[in-house]
């Protein structure tokens, strides 16, 4: 499973609540708390955020499904504009549900405006904590496509539009690996902690602990971050303190492994024949 993805997910919601005209109507894959926010009353501009395709192509390596280079990750911010009914108008025990109209001119405007601002929060906003976050974690947006909402079949168009990041992101995290202080997810961590409001709080102990239970040798960092099994690494010993009795943990015992066995007692570097 791949942790920077909800992380880089919940950062997109936080720094697009109240900076558009959705204001905080902002959320985080799941609609029903929508329905409620608008019920009643006239059509408000929502925004719903997702994380769609994740594709890492080509892997030239085990250790590469953790890099970002050539991961292409799709988070998708669907804005549109609805109003709730209840699904039994005169039961107030029945569902409500959300209820899209035919669009119209001011539909329109608020789809295109709140598209707009949806940009500059996450890549153009200087002062905007989450919108850094949100850059610092994405080292390249490869593609932007939108589309815009509507039923062909029955020829009915309502006020929506759906934006695409895909975006080239940072480093995923290797299990048990501790992030260095720098590290944008320990950012992440406190904001989410100085701002409840957004509704992420309790992601900020579920990540902390995930980042720091059970952190792992130096040497073991190398080995996941590369994908290499325990004998390769071995086998590198470019400058890695091994584990020895003592130290880390009891060196690999080669009599007991399947793994093909080099019948080398002495390597040297000399170049001649």
Known sequence: MSLLRPILRATTVAALRDQTWAEDRVYDSDLTPLATAVFGGPAKPYIVCYTD???????????????????????????????????????????????????????????????????????????????????????????LPTRRGGMAQQGVRFAARRLIFVVQPIYDFVPGVVPVPTHPVWEFIRLTRASPAIGEVDVASVVESLMTTSPIPDWRSIQGMLGLTRAGVEALNAGIPLPWPGVEEPPLDLSDTNEFVPPFLDVSLDDSP
């Not at 990750?73 to 709730?84: D, K, N």
């Not at 899209?100 to 200087?126: H, I, K, N, P, R």
């Open 53 to 143: 395709q994740d594709d890492v192509s080509p892997v030239l390596g085990i250790g590469e499904v953790y890099s970002g280079e050539n991961r292409s990750l799709s988070i998708a911010v669907e804005i549109g504009v609805a109003g709730a009914v209840r699904s039994s108008p005169g039961d107030p025990l029945s569902p409500i549900v959300l209820q899209f109209a035919a669009t119209d001119m001011g539909m329109e405007w608020a789809c295109d405006v709140t598209s707009a601002q949806v940009l500059s929060a996450l890549t153009g906003s200087a002062t905007s904590a989450w919108g850094e976050l949100f850059k610092r974690m994405t080292t390249r947006i490869r593609r």
